[in-house]
Every structure is written in structure tokens, then in C-alpha cells.
């Protein structure tokens, strides 16, 4: 008599891709006009659930990504963002680099005024970072 505990068991281990991993994997930075393009105003966005993983250990990394940017042209559409920043959960990247590189694939995008981004990463081994990173349209900083 076959066990249904072993058949749900192996249906979840199915190597087949799942719809949110296919999301993630084909997921771009779309962006769309703004709407009240010439009015200086702030969009806030904040992302509790980033992960990647530390490329000397291996170990995941946890950390809220704060985006604050001035659109200028071009918003970043919401779910976009989400399925971006969900495509680093795998990747062996730095604290440092990490903020670093959604900083820049965010500016391309959207060519923002300002964008200001901020991970606060969660403590481990009794160390807790914070790294911030700012652009500025027109501005080599």
C-alpha cells in the first residue's frame, strides 16, 4: 500500500521549476512614466525579507533594504523591485557589494534625481551593518 506521506514528500522535491522561481528568474526592472513628472516628491520603499550569502562562508545574510529615491522621468514598478531583490537569495555577494550593485541597477532603470539605498543587515557574530550608498542625477560621488 503506497504511503501518501512519501508521495507528497516527493512531489515537492519534483525538480521541475516553480512559478515563483521562473519569476524571479525572468524578472526585470520595469519602470513606467511618472505621473507628476516636474513636482519633486519622495517614494519610500522598504524590503524586510533580503537574503543572500556571504561569499567566504557560505552562510545566509538577512537584511531590510531601504530605497528612497526622487523619480525624475521614470518610476520602478513595485513587483519588479520584489522579484530583483529576490534574485539575490542564492548569490555569494558582500554586504558592501550588494548595496552597492542595487544602488546601480536601480539608477540604470529609472535615472532617478537622487536614490538614496540602505541595508541593515542583520547581526551576526555579534556584528550588526549598516551600509548606505546615495546617487545623485548629474553628480559623480
Excluded: W
Excluded at 516636474?38 to 545574510?61: A, H, N, V
Excluded at 530583483?84 to 542595487?102: A, K, L, T
Amino acid at each position: 500500500m503506497p504511503n501518501p506521506s512519501l508521495e507528497s514528500s516527493s512531489e515537492m522535491a519534483s525538480p521541475d521549476i516553480k512559478y515563483g522561481e521562473r519569476d524571479i528568474a525572468e524578472g526585470k526592472l520595469i519602470t513606467f512614466p511618472n505621473p507628476r513628472p516636474g513636482r519633486r516628491y519622495t517614494i519610500d520603499i522598504t524590503l524586510p525579507e533580503f537574503t543572500c550569502k556571504c561569499p567566504f562562508s557560505g552562510y545566509p545574510d538577512f537584511a531590510t533594504i531601504h530605497i528612497t529615491y526622487y523619480p525624475d522621468q521614470t518610476v520602478v514598478e513595485l513587483k519588479a523591485i520584489k522579484l530583483y531583490i529576490n534574485s539575490y537569495r542564492d548569490r555569494y555577494i558582500s554586504h558592501e557589494e550588494s548595496v552597492n550593485q542595487i544602488l546601480d541597477d536601480l539608477v540604470a532603470a529609472c535615472d532617478p534625481l537622487g536614490m538614496t539605498i540602505k541595508g541593515d543587515f542583520a547581526p551576526r557574530g555579534n556584528v550588526h551593518t549598516v551600509i548606505e550608498v546615495h546617487h545623485v542625477q548629474g553628480a559623480n560621488l
